[in-house]
T-cell receptor, first 114, second 113 residues
Framework: AQTVTQSQPEMSVQEAETVTLSCTYD???????LFWYKQPPSRQMILVIR??????QNATENRFSVNFQKAAKSFSLKISDSQLGDAAMYFC???????????FGTGTSLTVIP | DTGVSQDPRHKITKRGQNVTFRCDPI?????LYWYRQTLGQGPEFLTY????????KSRLLSDRFSAERPKGSFSTLEIQRTEQGDSAMYLC???????????FGSGTQLSVL
């Protein structure tokens, strides 16, 4: 089984500033995927970014980037130039390459202050 | 591509009643997942289908819960004899086998009074 831990229940950031959300995970698998999903008030989970564990290069998607530290089992999300629309719950998740279950953390609620 | 749709968005029921939720996945997706999310928690896996076959079930899925995907397209999740502890949001997601990413619907919020 895999576990995902998000130790920051709430975070806030000023509009246009940068914020980093933390995530740690535990897995015995050697090949796996890590994800950040965003859940706005509309409730629909939206994929923000995905990292394949065998790739050393950190994934980036526009203003979103990750810091993937495989040895430390850490997977943080950096949001640059924060916008009001970034306000949401953010969930970290993992998936083993051979498995079918996605394991989610408990989420971080991000507030963007105008 | 209209995305994953779930119906209803909200359901209020009395304890002991049966409820059924529907999920329509993205049309070409052969995998369909059900998750449950309670307040302050992340989604928890309930079950998943590959085409019409239910391949995996969580121990969270008690015998009061049943899920079907009769023709490998839409799916239903039924809860019999609902209990207050069943109050949660039920999320459906779909994917292509091997794609390693999930596309979620907006969920069905169940309240059991």
């Amino acid at each position: 089984a895999q576990t995902v831990t998000q130790s920051q229940p709430e975070m806030s950031v000023q509009e246009a500033e940068t914020v980093t959300l933390s995530c740690t995970y535990d897995t015995s698998e050697s090949d796996y995927y890590l994800f950040w999903y965003k859940q706005p008030p509309s409730r629909q989970m939206i994929l923000v970014i995905r990292q394949e564990a065998y790739k050393q290069q950190n994934a980036t998607e526009n203003r979103f980037s990750v810091n993937f530290q495989k040895a430390a089992k850490s997977f943080s999300l950096k949001i640059s130039d924060s916008q009001l629309g970034d306000a949401a719950m953010y969930f970290c998740a993992s998936l083993s390459n051979t498995g079918n279950q996605f394991y989610f953390g408990t989420g971080t609620s991000l507030t963007v202050i105008p | 591509d209209t995305g994953v749709s779930q119906d209803p968005r909200h359901k209020i029921t009395k304890r002991g009643q049966n409820v059924t939720f529907r999920c329509d996945p993205i049309s070409e997706h052969n995998r369909l997942y059900w998750y449950r999310q309670t307040l302050g928690q992340g989604p928890e896996f309930l079950t998943y289908f590959q085409n019409e076959a239910q391949l995996e079930k969580s121990r969270l899925l008690s015998d009061r819960f049943s899920a079907e995907r009769p023709k490998g397209s839409f799916s239903t999740l039924e809860i019999q004899r609902t209990e207050q502890g069943d109050s949660a949001m039920y999320l459906c997601a779909s994917s292509l086998m091997g794609a390693k990413k999930l596309f979620f619907g907006s969920g069905t919020q169940l309240s059991v009074l």
